[in-house]
């Protein structure tokens, strides 16, 4: 369904009414995560007979919606999530966002839905960016969170693709992920499943996270901070948490990580990482792993640490892992130090400190 489309021109419409200056530094200065959002917003259509047109960046405002737009009935659609960075220089960057372009691709393709030129979602990330620069948290780890998303707007009931999409950016000032400030969480093994083989575990649609919210409420009601979810065919296999990767780290320095089978998201991070363990030399494995030997291989001391990855949280250590079938704590309980490494080499790269041999920051 991919679209080959002429280069298109973001048209600028005025914001009648930006956030005041004061008003707009008090509310970055404590921003959480996904609580704030910044003046403006990226609007695209999508048609059968016009393809991508109607680019604009413009205030950010309620989105018009038919009741009868296929979204609501048919849940066509997807998203995606990454951060602008600020350089020790003062400018602004990305993080392989060309990876984010083609992964929102894979998406749509697997959803039915039109595939956005990348250079296009690209240049929708930059301008947003740049046009709302100074919503920039100060905070320590302070970012923007960026999220492009697609929609099916045509209204029409039937089981069938939607002929208008809407693709949209918003930026959001983004502080810590998790709330709780503890130095590692603690995940809870869920009985219900992310997705099955065939279906949609590796594409970023609404619809696999909607189904994560039950166990993800049963985790916090259980007290811990996350969800991990068990493969749905033999309910033994690791697969990720709520929207995290995992990694698994061994007394030999070896490191062992899912496999990407079609039932888990193909992060960006955890790709990233994979690539910063080679070059320090350590031996990976992306094999399947199933929860009872994680319990067994905690309690011996073979597993020393335990991180999940991506986009919001970057790279958090788990600390405890409990289950109507299994509680223990992975090595002291706290931050490991590889994990500690691996984030840092991350970190460093993504905010200008540290070389970056393979292009992966983006300056604004």
Known sequence: MATAAAPLTLSRLPHPAPTA???RESAIADPGFGRVF???????????????HN?????????????????????????????????????????????????????????????IPEELFVEAVRQLVLADADWFPKVEGGSLYIRPFMFASEPFLGVR???QYKFVVILSPAGNYFKSGAPAVSVWVSDYTRAAPGGTGAAKCGGNYAASLVPTSEAFANGHDQVVFLD?????????????????????????TPPLTGTILPGITRDSLLTLAREEGLALREERYSIDQWQADAASGRLVETFA???????????????????????????????????????????GLAEDRHSWVMRL
């Not at 130090?337 to 993504?350: C, E, F, N, R």
């Open 55 to 115: 680019a604009t960046l413009g205030p950010r405002g309620p989105i018009p919606l038919d009741p009868a737009a296929s979204v609501l009935h048919y849940a066509q659609e997807i998203f995606e999530g990454l951060k602008a960075y600020r350089l020790d220089d003062g400018a602004m960057a990305l993080f392989r966002p060309d990876q984010n372009a083609a992964r929102f691709n894979a998406s749509a393709r697997r959803l039915a839905m039109p595939e």
């Open 161 to 163: 693709p939607a002929k």
């Open 21 to 23: 200056p004061d008003r």
């Open 309 to 351: 990855c991506g986009t919001a949280a970057v790279v958090t250590p788990v600390g405890r892992v409990a289950g109507r079938a299994h509680d223990f704590t992975i090595g002291t309980g706290g931050p490991g130090q590889l994990t500690g490494k691996l984030k840092q080499k991350l970190v460093d790269i993504q905010r």
């Open 232 to 256: 749905a065919a033999e309910r033994k296999w690791i697969e990720e948490l709520g929207g995290m990767n995992l990694f698994f780290v061994f007394d030999d320095g070896s490191l062992l």
């Open 38 to 52: 910044t003046d403006h917003m990226v609007v695209i259509d999508w048609d059968e007979a016009n393809g991508w």
